[in-house]
């Protein structure tokens, strides 16, 4: 089957791979599409993220959904009690549309014990170069993975729109981190695609007001209709001003500035949620601000139970359409990733692992 696989920093090629045969408690998966991250942006750019570099080919991609190819051995039982990560799977068969979990935490550690199982040191992730052997991703014609990875799509919602399961659970995770968001007044730097889906939840749960900072207005015109009450752009000191004790802050958009800009706008004692990662080493920081004003910083790294949530909102039809703005057929694959990375054209870019040769 054809893949997306990364030999290094702009190599990006559409080869073949045989994804295998599902084993015992495994499930094998047909991929319909796949959304390009920022994490698959860096290792096509850069050949790495943060301190993550390729060290052999990879399968990009962990923002998958697809129909349920075949099934191992005593796939029905797990996929009936699933093993922590949610709600289970429920009852499955060749054919079924799902979603793919992408993590797979150990299940042994404290962090997993205590609940956490999203900052699980031993945790494996799909499409990652944190260990090696690399852990291969999605973006392929089909895949295998543990049966409680799998998500039957809930009725209604379609392949496409639960494509956004995985960043939508990023970005429900961090609302969550911040606490209760009714009638707040929150502001959001960056406004890329976790940055529009962390709007959308907000709006979801009751936010007030919703002021999204970023430099470009495209994506903030994409903010006010997913749920911003107001848009800033980062460049205008002016502009900055209105969101001035906001009661939260996220930031999304992994700068150090942006960073900066949550801690001193936010009001005394209130809240800030680091979603977007820095980029390596130390950067410069306000720390006597965060002192003198009691700010709260809280991290917020990925997800675990969230993915079903995010399932059930998107159901429920939840506002997130406008996120998505181009998909292209595997083919295509470098020209989604070069146009994935210019934010003044696009939000979120799926590949369309069915249509491979021709646009959709």
Request: charged content about 20%; overall charge negative; some cysteine.
């Amino acid at each position: 089957m054809r893949a997306c696989v990364a030999h290094g920093a702009k190599d990006l090629r559409v080869e073949d791979r045989d994804p295998g045969a599902p084993g015992p408690g495994e499930i094998a998966v047909a991929i319909s599409y796949g959304g390009v991250c920022g994490s698959d942006l860096h290792y096509y750019h850069r050949g790495a993220v943060g301190d993550f570099r390729l060290q052999e080919p990879m399968v990009l991609g962990h923002e998958v959904v697809g129909r349920v190819s075949a099934l191992g051995t005593g796939t029905d039982a797990q996929a009936d009690s699933g093993t922590g990560t949610g709600t289970g799977t429920g009852a499955l068969a060749v054919g079924t549309p799902v979603a793919i979990h992408p993590a797979t935490p150990c299940d042994n550690c404290r962090e997993c014990a205590e609940g956490r199982r999203n900052i699980c040191a031993n945790a494996r992730y799909l499409g990652s170069a944190a260990r090696m052997p690399h852990v291969q991703g999605g973006f392929a014609q089909g895949v295998v993975v543990r049966a409680d990875q799998v998500r039957a799509l809930p009725e209604g919602l379609t392949e496409r729109r639960a494509v956004l399961a995985e960043p939508l659970s990023v970005a429900l995770h961090a609302v969550r981190r911040a606490g209760d968001v009714a009638g707040k007044r929150v502001l959001v730097t960056g406004a890329g695609p976790i940055g529009l889906l962390v709007v959308a939840v907000l709006r979801h749960f009751g936010a007030a007001e919703i002021i999204v900072s970023d430099l470009l207005d495209e994506p903030l015109a994409l903010a006010t209709r997913v749920g911003a009450t107001a848009t800033v752009r980062a460049d205008r000191p002016e502009e900055q001003e209105r969101a001035q004790d906001a009661d939260l802050a996220i930031e999304a958009s992994g700068a150090p500035a942006g960073l900066r800009t949550c801690v001193e706008l936010v009001r005394r004692g209130g809240t800030v949620v680091l979603l977007g990662l820095l980029p390596p080493g130390e950067i410069g920081f306000p720390g006597n601000v965060v002192v003198t004003r009691e700010i709260q910083l809280r991290g917020s790294f990925r997800f675990d139970a969230d993915f079903d949530d995010a399932l059930a909102l998107l159901a429920d039809g939840i506002d997130v359409d406008p996120v998505i703005t181009h998909t292209f057929p595997l083919a295509r694959a470098t020209e989604a990733f070069e146009l994935a990375g210019d934010r003044s054209r696009a939000s979120k870019v799926l590949l369309d692992l069915v249509a491979v040769d021709a646009a959709e």
